[in-house]
Nanobody, 121 residues
Framework: QVQLVESGGGLVQPGGSLRLACAAS????????MAWHRQAPGKQRELVAS???????DYADAVKGRFTISRDSAKNTVYLQMNSLKSEDTAVYYC???????????????WGQGTQVTVSS
């Protein structure tokens, strides 16, 4: 089995920063791409940022220049550094990882449970 556990969410004032972390554990053989998505109330889930195994990153236009995604492959962990936060960044943030386990040899997307980020004064 595989688990993804997010941490680091919370309440922050506009202009502030937060760092999210997502650790994958379980019967992991290898991890391909990792990413962060978010879902605001009444809106569809959207891709925020992604990172390939070699480190290539991609960002949604709304967060470019403010958010940075990174990964520690040794720890099976992906991070999202969020700076200059705005009220419109308020959402539940989910991590997803494309994983091949030691039991199921095909690649499957595994999702975390989500962590709430609230930007408000």
């Amino acid at each position: 089995q595989v688990q993804l556990v997010e941490s680091g969410g919370g309440l922050v004032q506009p202009g502030g920063s937060l760092r999210l972390a997502c650790a994958a554990s379980g019967t992991i053989r290898s991890i391909h791409a990792m990413a962060w998505h978010r879902q605001a109330p009444g809106k569809q889930r959207e891709l925020v940022a992604s990172i390939a195994p070699g480190g290539t990153t991609d960002y949604a236009d709304a967060v470019k220049g403010r958010f940075t995604i990174s990964r520690d492959s040794a720890k099976n962990t992906v991070y999202l550094q969020m700076n200059s936060l705005k009220s419109e960044d308020t959402a539940v943030y989910y991590c997803v990882a494309n994983i091949r386990t030691t039991v199921i040899l095909r690649w499957i997307d595994y999702w975390g449970q989500g962590t709430q980020v609230t930007v408000s004064s």
